[in-house]
């Protein structure tokens, strides 16, 4: 399985880079275990080789799996699984085998069955697999609709506004105005007193 090059995860990494206004979710305390997974794979030696490199990469995703099954049915493992969501995402970045882009669909897809209560752990695999399906359906496919039914899916839960801002800056690219225009109606109806919100939105919006 390949990628299409509009959501492969080395270009976009699920449109982080264009969303990030503020960290989504709480930092780990000290000593918890995704705490110490960060650690590990913000340590890896940039100066390394490459090939050292995905080597670490792997062993710290080789990790953050005993660590998941460690945790068995608690909350936590959701958070695990998020973490083991990006380290693949960085791998694939690093090397796109298809086995590595095999195992984030897995991961993601194993990812999206948390309650919306987890809702905000979900969201990234959620958009990546969303247009994965979309990329499959071709030209018969809507993607300003699985936008839209993707951000009113998190509509009222911690993930709301990184869905939206994703879904604008998304619908922006592919000259969808009026995605743009419905998505700017949730955001008014919603984030109408959200200073982050209104500020991304007089960014991107700002002209029109």
Known sequence: MRFPSFIRPAASLLCMALIAGSPLLAVDAPG?????????????????????????????????????????????????????????????????????????????????KAPKAFAQYRVDADLLLSQIEQARKGADANRGESLLAFVNRYVGTPAGPKALRAAIVMGLEMGDTRLVNKLRKIAAEHHSSDLEMITFLRDKLGGQ
């Open 32 to 112: 918890s275990v995704v705490a110490k997974l960060e650690e590990s794979l913000s340590s890896i030696d940039k100066a390394a080789s490459p090939a050292r490199q995905r080597l670490s990469v792997r062993r710290v995703i080789r990790d953050a799996q005993k660590a998941l099954e460690a945790a068995g049915a608690k909350p936590e493992r959701w958070a695990i699984l998020e973490f083991q969501f990006r380290a693949q995402q960085r791998l694939v970045a690093m090397d796109e085998d298809s086995k590595h882009r095999k195992a984030l669909v897995e991961i993601g897809e194993a990812l999206i």
